[in-house]
């Protein structure tokens, strides 16, 4: 499929949606929040994917809504504020139902809407120069669906600080690192594709089956109790008990050898 404000490349086993409107920020658009949808589908439904790694374009890597295009096209804000309201938002691989493992590389500035990809990324890469605000207290709009799922992941004090301080501070990488928002500052940003790349490559090397399996039940884990979400990961474990990859990982590892996961088995 050809896209207008994004580009989705393959390299290897590893996918690449890159949001490709520099010019303003990669801020979405109605093209985009319509082409987000398609592409991470597209994505997730390509067995020779095995992981996808999110970017930007240019200065930044997402700056949220595009809201003076949208206030233009005021059907597609309608569309919009319909998901908002409803909570069926369509922009990120969680939103989506993608259990292939994400990696957000963020290479700039993240702002506002932005800052869903990172929340719900599975492993956050920055820039050395990446910087993070949430400016929507200081336009009049309330902070919710991208600190409410940040704060599941990482300390409630920043997060708020965040959310509360708005446009008038920004989080630079290291901070973003010391808070556990990311797990890996590149620098110099010049390679940050390169070692994004060169994690999901690795990522890539183990079972699909069960990287996915495995997403499902850490992701299940922050939405139940701890009771609930152990017998939910339970279900996850037992559910590949039987799949050819449980056989072949062993065997490989005993033969010395790189593992040939069957790529026609999903759970």
């Given at each position: 499929?050809?896209?207008?404000?994004?580009?989705?490349?393959?390299?290897?086993?590893?996918?690449?949606?890159?949001?490709?409107?520099?010019?303003?920020?990669?801020?979405?658009?109605?093209?985009?929040?319509?082409?987000?949808?398609?592409?991470?589908?597209?994505?997730d439904a390509d067995p020779d994917v095995r992981v996808i790694v999110n970017t930007g374009e240019g200065d930044a890597f997402q700056t949220g809504l595009d809201v003076a295009q949208l206030s233009r096209d005021k059907e597609a804000l309608?569309?919009?504020?319909?998901?908002?309201?409803?909570?069926?938002?369509?922009?990120?691989a969680w939103h989506n139902g993608v259990w292939k493992p994400v990696i957000a590389a963020v290479n700039g500035v993240c702002a506002g809407g932005g800052l869903h990809f990172v929340a719900d990324a599975d492993i956050v890469?920055?820039?050395?120069?990446?910087?993070?605000?949430?400016?929507?207290?200081?336009?009049?709009?309330?902070?919710?669906?991208?600190?409410?799922?940040?704060?599941?992941?990482?300390?409630?004090?920043?997060?708020s600080r965040m959310a509360l301080v708005g446009r008038y501070e920004r989080m630079d990488a290291a901070r973003a690192y010391a808070l556990g928002i990311t797990s890996q500052v590149v620098d110099p940003p010049e390679q940050l594709r390169h070692e994004a790349q060169a994690l999901a490559e690795t990522i890539a090397r183990n079972s699909p089956a069960a990287l996915r399996a495995t997403k499902r039940a850490l992701w299940g884990a922050l939405e139940l109790g701890l009771e609930d979400a152990c017998r939910a990961g339970a279900r996850e474990l037992v559910?590949?008990?039987?799949?050819?990859?449980q056989e072949e990982g062993p065997r490989a590892f005993a033969e010395k050898r790189d593992p040939v996961w069957d790529s026609g088995h999903n759970t």
């Open positions: 499929m050809t896209y207008t404000t994004l580009l989705v490349e393959r390299r290897g086993p590893v996918g690449w949606l890159i949001f490709n409107r520099p010019d303003i920020g990669n801020a979405m658009d109605a093209a985009m929040l319509a082409e987000l949808e398609l592409a991470w589908r597209e994505l309608r569309e919009q504020s319909r998901r908002t309201r409803r909570a069926e938002l369509k922009l990120t890469v920055v820039a050395s120069n990446a910087t993070f605000v949430d400016p929507h207290v200081s336009i009049g709009q309330v902070s919710a669906y991208e600190t409410i799922a940040l704060a599941r992941k990482v300390p409630m004090e920043s997060i559910g590949m008990w039987g799949h050819p990859d």
